[in-house]
C-alpha cells in the first residue's frame, strides 16, 4: 500500500497556517493579560472597591441567603414552565388567525392584529399591575400570585412570538402551500406537514431569543406578591442591610439563562453554514 506524501508547496502552506495559528494564540494571550491589568488596575485596586466588594459580594451572606433565593427560584421555574405551554398554545393561535386568507376572515385578522400591536406596545410592568390588581378587584376574590403571572406573561409575550410564528410561516414559498394543496392535502394538513416544519427552522433563533426575555421577566412576578427569589432576596436585604442576595438571584437568573444563550449561537451558526454552503433550508 502506498502512502502520498504532501508536496513542498502544501507543506509550505502547513507551516503558514501553524504559525498563524501560533500568532494569533499569543495576541490573545497577550490581549486578556492587558485587559486583566486595566481592570485591575481601574477597578479592583481602587479604594472604593472593598466597599463595594463587602455590599454587593459578601460570601458570607451570599451562603445565608442562598437557600431562601434558591426556594423563591423554584416558584419562577413553575412560572416559567406553565408560560412555556400556555404562550405556544396562543401564540399559535393568534399567528394562524392572522395568517388566513379571504375577506370573511377579516373580522379575526383584525382582532388578532389589534391584540399583537396591543400587547407589544404595553410595557410588562403595566400588564402586571392590570392583571395583577385589576382581575381580583374585578371579580371580588383573591387570585393566586402564580396564576396571576402566567397569565400576564401569557398575554404579553403570545403577542411577540405570534408575530414570530407569522413571519416564519409567511416564509415559506407559497408554491410550497399550493404544491400541497394540489397532492390532495387539506388545509390543516398543509400547515401541520409542510409549513410548519419549514418555518421552524427559520423562526427556530427568535424564538429562542423571545424565551431567554420570558426567563428574565419572570422574576417581576414579585409585584403580585408571589414568594418568588426577587421576593425572598429583599427580605434577607432588608435583615441584613446588604445586596449580596439580590446578587445571588441574578446569579440564578443568568445560570437559567446560558444554556438557552449557548444553544440559539450555536444553531444560528449552524444555520448560517448551512445557508452559505447552498443547502436546502
Given at each position: 500500500m502506498t502512502t502520498s506524501t504532501p508536496s513542498a508547496l502544501?507543506?509550505?502552506?502547513?507551516?503558514?497556517?501553524?504559525s498563524r495559528e501560533r500568532r494569533s494564540v499569543l495576541i490573545a494571550v497577550a490581549s486578556t493579560l492587558a485587559f486583566a491589568a486595566i481592570v485591575w488596575?481601574?477597578?479592583?485596586?481602587?479604594?472604593?472597591?472593598?466597599?463595594?466588594?463587602?455590599?454587593?459580594?459578601?460570601?458570607?451572606?451570599?451562603?445565608?441567603?442562598?437557600?431562601?433565593?434558591w426556594r423563591g427560584f423554584l416558584i419562577n421555574l413553575r412560572v416559567l414552565a406553565f408560560s412555556i405551554f400556555t404562550v405556544g398554545a396562543a401564540s399559535l393561535l393568534i399567528a394562524l388567525l392572522r395568517t388566513l386568507r379571504g375577506p370573511v376572515f377579516?373580522?379575526?385578522?383584525?382582532?388578532a392584529a389589534a391584540y399583537t400591536d396591543l400587547f407589544r406596545g404595553l410595557p410588562f410592568i403595566i400588564v402586571l399591575y392590570l392583571v395583577g390588581f385589576g382581575l381580583p378587584t374585578i371579580l371580588g376574590t383573591r387570585i393566586d400570585p402564580v396564576a396571576l403571572g402566567i397569565l400576564a406573561i401569557t398575554l404579553t409575550y403570545s403577542a411577540y412570538v405570534a408575530e414570530v410564528v407569522r413571519a416564519g410561516i409567511e416564509s415559506v414559498h407559497p408554491s410550497q402551500r399550493l404544491a400541497a394543496r394540489a397532492l390532495g392535502l387539506s388545509y390543516a394538513q398543509t400547515l401541520r406537514r409542510?409549513?410548519?416544519?419549514?418555518?421552524?427552522?427559520?423562526?427556530t433563533p427568535p424564538l429562542m431569543n423571545d424565551f431567554i426575555s420570558m426567563q428574565k421577566d419572570v422574576g417581576l412576578i414579585s409585584i403580585l406578591a408571589a414568594f418568588d427569589a426577587i421576593a425572598e432576596a429583599k427580605g434577607v436585604v432588608a435583615t441584613t442591610y446588604n445586596f449580596t442576595p439580590y446578587v445571588v438571584a441574578g446569579v440564578l437568573f443568568v445560570l437559567l439563562a446560558l444554556p438557552t444563550i449557548r444553544l440559539t449561537d450555536w444553531y444560528?451558526?449552524?444555520?448560517r453554514a448551512r445557508e452559505q454552503t447552498g443547502s436546502i433550508l
Open positions: 502544501e507543506l509550505e502552506r502547513r507551516a503558514f497556517r501553524r488596575l481601574t477597578v479592583i485596586n481602587t479604594e472604593g472597591w472593598a466597599t463595594v466588594q463587602q455590599s454587593f459580594f459578601d460570601p458570607a451572606i451570599a451562603v445565608q441567603a442562598l437557600p431562601e433565593v377579516f373580522p379575526l385578522r383584525f382582532l409542510v409549513v410548519l416544519p419549514q418555518a421552524l427552522r427559520k423562526m444560528t451558526a449552524r444555520l
